[in-house]
């Protein structure tokens, strides 16, 4: 009878091992899209069992491998340890909140880090998540009528010392100083706007009316304005025109218009129907009212409001001086409208109705749950100290792991038979 309770013992052991065993089993046997799925669908339970898993590494379960350069170029061999050490830093953050299990980051030399991320196979996710700079400010838009204004003056000079283009107002309204400096007729060029931006349309559930159904793509000497269409109260860039865009703003002609204390930003993602989506323009103030480093938390949301409703939302709620500052800004600009810009993106920028108390705000546009939850970690973990490079990235698959597995089961295999062998013989 005392020896009754060690057959119990080893039962009861069996079935406790298998018990752990079972949330590891049950999440390796499912592929990377069934994973996925479960992280879409059912969040809550796919961490779960992820907690409960064994944590295998990027040799057993395969994964992705970054290598990062932190660009240090023209910082004091100080400030450039310093900055190799707060964006190894961050990483770290990112990683950790991202949830990956058993995660690999090191310095390689002076300004490089390793970052091995076992289990995820989404290069350009990580990429994304771990690269992204993630300066976060708020900069007020300047008025629509002072960014037509200075639209139409970058327009008119590059038009004047480009012979192939002629400029967008009528012939003969223009004068020219005697060193051929364009002189400005505003009145010419309010009707030229005009006809180039188009009339406002109506835009259908489809998108349908929003460029017109004659709309011809420019000439590629064409000037700036032609390049522009009209989008309700904002300026648009068709996805087609926007790298010729970016390049007459970025003209040292252009520039030389632009005062110094503003900037044009395009919005982050192109909207419109599909098949002629585009970017909106806007003229924002250069010196933000705020900074990220106002920002206590950042969560994903799904919106409840009419404009918003169903759709990923990040929600920023700020620090004590945050919500003090916000609310000083809030209430001098009532009427103006404040854009929300990442990493010179700009993601809304929503009209001020009112003195904003509690220091909260969102960010709409981010895209999908999962992009909305990426761009909620990095705000969170702060921005990067410098601009990073990734400069080598892969993907690496489980099969080395998968090798030394099958060798040690065929090893262990080998063994039990010599044992029971030798038993036999003896």
């Known amino acids: 009878m005392r020896q009754n309770w060690k057959p119990l013992l080893i039962v009861a052991l069996v079935v406790t091992a298998a018990f752990h065993l079972y949330p590891t089993i049950e999440f390796y046997s499912m592929d990377v899209d069934a994973r996925q799925q479960m992280e879409r669908d059912r969040p809550t339970t796919y961490y779960d069992l992820q907690k409960r898993s064994i944590n295998l590494g990027l040799d057993l379960q395969g994964g992705i491998h970054l290598v990062m350069e932190v660009v240090t170029e023209g910082l004091e061999p100080d400030q450039a340890r310093d900055a190799v050490d707060r964006a190894q830093e961050v990483v770290r953050n990112r990683v950790d909140q991202f949830g990956v299990a058993e995660p690999t980051i090191q310095r390689q030399g002076e300004n490089r880090i390793i970052v091995e991320l076992p289990g995820l196979q989404d290069v350009e996710r990580a990429k994304n998540l771990i690269g992204q700079t993630a300066l976060l400010e708020f900069q007020l838009l300047e008025p629509e009528e002072d960014r037509d204004r200075l639209l139409q003056r970058i327009d008119a000079v590059l038009a004047a010392s480009e012979p192939d283009a002629a400029p967008e107002s009528a012939p003969g309204d223009d004068e020219t100083t005697d060193d051929g400096e364009a002189v400005v007729d505003s009145a010419a060029h309010e009707v030229a706007t005009s006809s180039l931006f188009g009339e406002t349309a109506e835009v259908g559930d489809d998108g349908s009316g929003l460029f017109g159904d004659e709309q ?173 490079e990734i400069i080598e990235d892969r993907t690496v698959g489980p099969s080395l792991g998968r090798d030394s597995i099958e060798q040690g089961r065929v090893a262990g295999i080998i063994s039990m038979v010599i044992v029971a062998l030798f038993m036999i013989a003896y």
């Open 216 to 388: 011809e793509t420019p000439e590629p000497a064409a000037g700036l304005l032609a390049r522009l269409i009209r989008v309700g109260p904002e300026v648009g860039v068709l996805k087609r025109d926007l790298a010729a865009v970016k390049a007459k703003l970025l003209d040292p002609r252009a520039q030389s218009l632009i005062p110094s204390d503003v900037e044009f930003l395009f919005t982050s993602r192109s909207e419109g129907p599909e098949d002629s989506p585009y970017y909106v323009l806007y003229l924002v103030r250069t010196r933000p009212e705020m900074t990220g480093d106002m920002i206590a938390d950042a969560q994903v949301t799904i919106g409840q409001s009419i404009d918003y409703m169903g759709q990923p939302i990040v929600d920023l709620v700020t620090t004590d001086d945050g919500v003090r500052r916000f609310r000083t800004v809030t209430g001098a600009h009532i009427g103006d409208r404040l854009a929300i810009v990442l990493d010179g993106a700009v993601y809304s920028a929503p009209t001020i109705q009112s003195k904003i108390m509690n220091g909260r705000s969102i960010i709409t546009g981010s895209g999908t749950q999962e992009e909305a939850k990426d761009l909620a970690i990095v705000l969170r973990a702060g921005a990067l100290p410098a601009e990073v």
